[in-house]
C-alpha cells in the first residue's frame, strides 16, 4: 500500500504498473471535464468556460483543510476527523456521500464513451452506453472465476451490495482512532 504523500510503499517500493494504470484512468476520467468546459463554452461563450475552470479552485481550498486536518489537527483522514467529532454517523454519512458521488461519476463516464460512439439517442449511442458497461461486467466476472481470491469487482449485484457495506463499516472501523503530531 502507497503511504500518503511519500509516493513509497512501506518497503520503500516505487510504484508499480498497476498504481501507475490506476493513476492514468483518473486523469482519464478527468477528461470529461474538457467536455463540460467545451460544452459550457458552446452555450455561455468563454464565461461558461471560465465559471467551470473557476470550480477547479474548489481543490485548493479542499487541499487546505485536509493539510490543516492532517497537520495542524493530527488526523489520518477526513473519517478520522469525521469519527471524531460525530462518531459512526458522520463516517457513515460521509462515506455514502462519496460512494454516490462515485456512482455518478461512474454513469456520467459511460454517457461520455457513448458520445465517442454516435450522437445521444442514436442507436450505436445507447448501444455503447448498455454494452460496455455489460462487457466490462462480464470480464470482472471472468477475472473473478479465475481468481476467486483476488477478486477486486463482485460477480453479482448482491455481493456488490454486501461487499460495499462491508468495506465501509471496515473503513469506518479503521478510522476511528486519532493520531496526533509532535
Known sequence: MITPFKGYSKDGEQPGLLLLTFSQVTTWIFARSLLNAAILGFYYGIWGTLAYAAYYLSFLTGGKIIDSLRFRHGYTSVQAFLHDRFGRWGTGCYNFVIGLRLISEVFAN?????????????????????????????????????????????????????????????????????????
Do not use: N
Open 110 to 182: 459511460i454517457l461520455v464513451i457513448g458520445i465517442l460512439f454516435g450522437v445521444a439517442g442514436s442507436s450505436s449511442y445507447t448501444f455503447a452506453v448498455v454494452l460496455l458497461p455489460v462487457l466490462h461486467w462480464c470480464i470482472q466476472c471472468w477475472v473473478a472465476s479465475k481468481h476467486p481470491y483476488e477478486q477486486t469487482f463482485p460477480d453479482d449485484p448482491v455481493s456488490g451490495c454486501a461487499g460495499i457495506t462491508q468495506r465501509s463499516r471496515s473503513v469506518s472501523g479503521t478510522c476511528q482512532y486519532r493520531q496526533h503530531h509532535v
